[in-house]
């Protein structure tokens, strides 16, 4: 089985999100970048599959020459190799395209993408992906076994989880329930040594369109002062809820 | 050329956020001066959609749709889309809506904008404003396609009442084989989920153990409210996954979120900032929370929570 993991280069969860270029970029300033959690999840069940049932795994992400410390992240954590497809991430569907290329080049079976990403939040590139391959989709991906070409697949929906049945090729949006966090690796020393010798294959994109375009960003307006209620007085928490919030 | 949405159902009754949604397409029609036409999966009764200013209703009658079907269901809403010569087709940010919009982006070759939370700014180019960074931002996007798909964030535009016809026509598109199937489906249905709350009671680390948890459902059961909790919470297994809430769990926008020993770590506040009204409970005057919430009770959470249970049940008693 070859599998291929999508990995999304994003700000550490701890970051302080600023605008500059009068608020049209992110300022990445002191940011720390990290592998997308959804896609770390992904990843290590990758790991699974390559140990217990020896499957290939390669990352893939599309961006520029700064996202390759997160790609060695990802070979020092057990990715056989890495791809970069040489191009800035403009949206969803243009991500997509690119992907579906290195996943037709490749002749990838599984692909394993986040439900979402936490700086872009689309949940659109896994889906897109499916639709442009023809592949099958699975999103919000808790559980994963595969026999063959069969897949048993667990999704987490609005009040509890699914269980479906399905086949490679097969695109899926994970999430935490892949592995658990306890699962998670850090890479360790012999990992990161080991990291600088495998493969960084740096692609040149065949410039897919994109549909969307981001005009500028916005910061919430700050938040109002909290008003505190003594623990001896509920009542008035009670009676500010039902008539000042009106959500009770 | 109408706007089209997808007005989802459960049982055959329609979910809260498909009148949101009906709401907003209704917005959209407006500002392009066109009309609302719906499409509905099994739906009995839709004269309801007639109150959210929905002109049309294609009527999906089908038991080969009984099961929600991510394929099945987008190509059926792609073949609706095509027949009503659709330039805008409105979706929710259910779980569902989520999983087959974008294979009906792919399907309709339609630039797609997920979480949105306003009527577009301008009709052309046709720009909205999303969340980016787990709500610790907004992002003007415009969708520069012929066909273009709106998703819409929950709660974030509300219910607008409009008097429509909502004229029913039967519509029967052809159900393609999907290659995924459903093979059970297990849900708690007796309980409120986090997706659908209005109230959602959350606690974390604070509480101690998971034994210490009968009260916090018990308040959630005064409120009808969803339970949550913070991340540490479910990683220790003191509450299931399908609980956890923030930057990498759910997200929130419920109405009012009571969050109980959580300290309000920024991962856990980018998940349920989209909620409307912040209570916390918390003995640490400097626990992050007092930053983020509306009303804040210094205290422990011991006392404070069975204290609250009861004062809200005089309440209840009284505003019967
Ligand atoms: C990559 C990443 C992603 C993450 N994603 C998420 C996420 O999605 N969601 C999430 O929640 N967290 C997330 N976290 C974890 C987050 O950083 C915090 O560690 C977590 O939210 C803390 O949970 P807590 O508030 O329950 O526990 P703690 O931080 O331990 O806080 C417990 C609080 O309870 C209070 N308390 C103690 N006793 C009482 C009492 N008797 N009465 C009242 N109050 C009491 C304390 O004062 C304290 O404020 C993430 C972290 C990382 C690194
Ligand atoms: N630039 C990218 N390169 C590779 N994979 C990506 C990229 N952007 C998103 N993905 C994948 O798609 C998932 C969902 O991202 P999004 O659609 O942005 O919410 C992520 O978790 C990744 O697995």
Redesign the pocket.
């Known amino acids: 089985m070859k599998i291929l993991?999508?990995?999304?280069?994003v700000p550490d969860t701890t970051s302080k999100i600023n605008f500059t270029d009068d608020n049209t970029k992110f300022d990445t300033n002191g940011v720390q970048f990290v592998i997308?959690p959804?896609?770390e999840f992904?990843l290590t069940r990758a790991m699974w599959f390559k140990e217990k049932q020896g499957a290939s795994v390669d990352v893939?992400?599309?961006?520029g020459p700064e996202t390759e410390p997160t790609l060695r992240k990802a070979l020092a954590i057990g990715a056989d190799s890495a791809i970069r497809?040489n191009s800035e991430?403009k949206d969803?569907y243009q991500?997509a395209k690119e992907?579906a290329k290195v996943v037709k080049d490749g002749g990838y079976d599984l692909i394993i993408?986040?439900?979402?990403?936490i700086?872009?939040?689309?949940?659109?590139?896994?889906g897109m992906l499916a639709a442009l391959i023809d592949a099958n989709f699975v999103t919000n991906c808790i559980n994963l076994e595969i026999d063959g070409d069969n897949v048993k697949a667990m999704r987490e929906i609005d009040g509890g989880k699914e269980t479906v049945s399905t086949s490679l090729p097969l695109v899926i949006?994970g999430q935490k329930g892949l592995v658990e966090e306890s699962d998670l690796r850090i890479p360790n020393m012999r990992g990161i040594m080991m990291a600088r010798k495998k493969p960084m294959n740096v692609l040149e994109p065949s410039n897919a369109e994109t549909e969307t375009a981001s005009v500028k960003f916005e910061k919430p307006e700050p938040k109002g002062q909290i008003t505190l209620v003594d623990a001896d007085n509920l009542d008035q928490l009670v009676d500010l809820l039902h008539n000042e919030a009106k959500v009770i | 050329m109408s706007v089209l949405v997808y007005t989802e159902s459960e049982q055959g009754k329609f979910k809260k956020v498909a009148l949101e949604v009906a709401s907003y397409a209704k917005a959209v029609a407006d500002q392009m001066g066109t009309s609302v036409t719906a499409i509905t999966i099994n739906a009995d009764d839709i004269s309801e959609l007639g109150n959210y200013g929905v002109d049309k209703v294609l009527k999906v009658n089908s038991s080969d749709l009984e099961k929600f079907n991510a394929n099945s269901y987008a190509n059926v809403i792609k073949q609706a889309a095509e027949k009503e010569d659709t330039k805008v087709v409105i979706v929710s940010s259910s779980a569902d809506s989520k999983y087959l919009a974008p294979l009906l982006a792919v399907g309709l070759e339609a630039g797609y904008a997920s979480n949105v939370v306003e009527a577009p700014s301008s009709a052309s180019p046709f720009t909205v404003k999303r969340t980016a960074f787990t709500n610790k931002a907004f992002n003007m996007t415009t969708i520069d396609t012929d066909v273009k798909i709106v998703g819409v964030s929950k709660n974030a535009f509300g219910l607008k009442e409009h008097k429509a016809d909502a004229a029913a026509e039967d519509f029967s598109p052809s159900v393609p084989e999907s290659g995924v199937h459903v093979e059970s489906i297990d849900v708690a249905t007796d309980k409120v989920t986090i997706a659908d709350a209005e109230i959602v009671v959350s606690a974390g680390r604070g509480l101690k153990g998971p034994e210490n948890w009968g009260m916090i459902e018990e308040l959630a059961d005064v409120l009808g409210a969803a339970t949550a909790c913070s991340k540490p919470v479910s990683d220790l297994g003191w509450r299931p996954h399908g609980e956890h809430v923030g930057q990498t769990g759910k997200p929130v926008a419920s109405n009012l979120y009571i969050a109980i020993g959580i300290s309000g770590a920024i991962q856990h506040l980018a998940g349920i900032n989209a909620s409307k009204v912040k209570v916390v409970i918390n003995n640490d005057p400097e626990a992050p929370f007092f930053k983020a919430a509306d009303y804040g009770v210094i205290g422990d959470a011991f006392e404070i929570v069975p204290a609250l249970i009861e004062k809200l049940k005089t309440f209840k008693a009284q505003n019967a």
């Open positions: 993991v999508c990995i999304s280069h997308n959804n896609d992904g893939v992400t599309v961006g497809v991430a969803g991500v992907l993408a986040g439900r979402e990403s700086d872009y939040n689309g949940g659109m590139v896994p949006g």
